[in-house]
């Protein structure tokens, strides 16, 4: 994904290199209502979208600014809004609408600390769960954890990308510590980076099937105005769009739903490991706190303890391979997470008790160290020993 | 040098983060990795306001800074709460005209009437953070002087450029008399 060319170094900070990679992958319709730590997005993208001919609305809250969202989609834009904590929950019931509805769109949220209104200035990893399970019923989620600022950028064009290959929202789950740190980025040029434009049906509108599923399991789709007539209902529908009621329809749709993600897990989801090969305690941590998990590693093995790391990329889906490889060759494995231990579960569910799994949880306001990687891995060498 | 931590603290509305975009900017000018930071509080002003700047020439992990090895404490309560947090052969530049209860320290440490400058040599109290800069980058060269010029004059307003220019030599100039009084 990342592009070779690169343009000159600059300060950015995620939040505003997130707003650079949604102009770039081609979002045209941004509808939101402001909230720390994510209001760098929308305030971006208010000030870019209009000199391009794209679109900001401030609506009312976030239930109407997603409910925005899908209908600017459904018309033909690539469209995206940006939340946190309190916003994201309220979100939930229409991202379920698109994940329905096959509607792409892309939903960034910048964690903070919860639950409820919490601490609006402050950092969290509390949304890992709610991402996967926060809209009710079964449904297909694809999530990805930016660590730095470049990736920001690579991300969110990869989020545009995938919301509008697969036809479903997909969710941007930065931090506070990524979404507002300025760090040194180099950005590609707009050219070199790929975009993905939704397939559209080839069809006559007499013919047409809205929510027959193409060879890859996803529909073609035409935009409202393009001259194909549709339904688009949260209710169970067949192929035609329209509601059926029978639960014979519900279980080939849904099925679908979750096949067309499922499918392509081994493309979507990803890890990056550092120093694995050798590791005798491998820490598994995402976002900013894989920043000093990796700071760690390189401490830790000045003193001559054999420490590496597994960050995956995609928090949904979960990179298991990654896991599955360090759970084989390390004597423990450490999830280092800011909140009480969520991503711990899907370590735990695929270690499946080859390496024991030991959590390292902070929910002071307080980026987790380098230091308390450290002293967490000698606390569970002596453990293990 | 292989990595260098700033901590800027005062109270909101002094411009430190402004400030610390601008020495990471000054940073990159060099060619340097430089991350930046920050903690406010949910006010917009009067709260306590930090900023915290990474500069090194090699890849910046961990973005927070711990010890750091320069504070910059623009008020009595900042200075109470991070200059302790600074190495002990570190170095402390403080706002005299905010700090009239210095700390003990081991290290290097300025009084400088940053503020005053500001208001009575550059006419304006507002470029306090700009001849914060100048005192810094004077006494610590952690940026090139020309790469801090450039930086400042990109961030600031246009019809500012002069005073910040100004600001910013004042500061410099705060930096070389307190070198020279060091070296007699």
């Known amino acids: ?385 | 040098m292989k990595k260098l931590e700033l901590r800027l603290s005062g109270f909101g509305g002094q411009g430190l983060i402004t400030a610390g975009i601008i020495l990471a900017e000054a940073a990159i000018l060099d060619g340097k990795n430089a991350v930046q930071s920050q903690s406010y509080g949910p006010e917009a002003r009067g709260g306590a306001s930090k900023a915290e700047v990474i500069i090194s020439s090699e890849e910046i992990d961990y973005p927070k800074v711990g010890q750091a090895d320069l504070c910059l404490a623009m008020s009595q309560q900042a200075c109470d709460k991070y200059a302790g947090n600074t190495q002990p052969n570190g170095v402390l530049v403080l706002d005299s005209g905010y700090v009239k209860n210095p700390p003990e320290f081991s290290g290097k440490m300025y009084s400088v009437p940053i503020t005053e400058i500001a208001t009575s040599e550059v006419g304006r109290n507002i470029v306090a953070n700009i001849v914060a800069l100048g005192v810094i980058a004077g006494v610590t060269n952690v940026v090139t002087r020309e790469s801090l010029e450039t930086a400042v004059l990109d961030r600031v307003p246009p019809h500012t450029k002069d005073l910040n220019k100004k600001a910013l030599a004042a500061g410099y100039e705060s930096a070389k008399n307190l070198l020279q009084r060091e070296g007699e």
């Open chain 1, 1 to 385: 994904m990342a592009a070779k060319t690169k343009c000159k170094a600059q300060l950015l900070s995620g939040n505003e290199a997130c707003v650079q990679g949604a102009l770039v992958a081609g979002i045209r319709f941004f509808a939101g209502y402001p909230i720390t730590p994510s209001t760098e997005v929308a305030e971006g993208l208010a000030e870019e979208l209009p000199k391009i001919g794209g679109r900001f609305i401030q609506m009312e809250d976030e239930i109407a600014s997603m409910g925005a969202v899908i209908g600017a989609s459904l018309a033909g834009l690539k469209s995206m809004t940006a939340t946190s904590g309190p916003g994201f929950s309220l979100k939930q019931e229409n991202i379920g609408f698109a994940a329905m509805t096959e509607v792409p769109c892309v939903v960034v949220n910048v964690q903070r600390y919860g639950p409820s209104t919490g601490l609006p200035t402050s950092p969290a990893q509390g949304d890992i769960m709610q991402a996967r399970w926060g809209t009710h019923g079964d449904h297909p989620v694809v999530a990805l954890m930016p660590a730095s600022v470049r990736e920001t950028f690579d991300l969110t064009v990869e989020a545009v990308n995938l919301a509008e290959e697969l036809r479903t929202p997909v969710i941007i789950l930065l931090d506070e510590v990524v979404g507002h740190m300025r760090e040194r980025v180099e950005l590609p040029a707009a050219e070199d980076v790929e975009l993905f434009n939704r397939v559209k049906p080839t069809e006559s509108p007499d013919t047409f099937l809205p929510y027959k599923p193409a060879a890859n399991l996803v529909p073609p789709m035409p935009a409202y105005g393009d001259g194909y007539r549709f339904h688009a209902t949260g209710l169970v529908h067949d192929e035609t769009g329209f509601p059926c009621g029978k639960g014979a329809d519900g279980n080939t749709l849904v099925r679908r739903l979750q096949a067309k993600v499922e499918q392509r897990q081994p493309k979507i989801a990803r890890a990056e490991t550092f120093q694995t090969e050798d590791a005798e305690i491998v820490i598994v941590a995402a976002g900013s706190v894989a920043r000093s998990a990796r700071a760690a590693v390189k401490e830790a093995r000045a003193q001559g303890i054999k420490l590496g790391l597994v960050r995956p990329i995609t928090a949904w889906p979960f990179p298991e391979e990654a896991i599955d490889s360090v759970a084989q060759t390390a004597k423990a494995l450490i999830v280092a997470e800011m909140n009480l231990g969520q991503m711990i579960l899907e370590v735990e569910r695929i270690a499946a008790g080859r390496a024991p799994v030991f959590g390292l949880n902070r929910i002071d306001a307080e980026l987790i160290t380098p230091e308390d990687i450290i002293v967490r891995a000698q606390e569970v060498t002596n453990n293990v020993r």
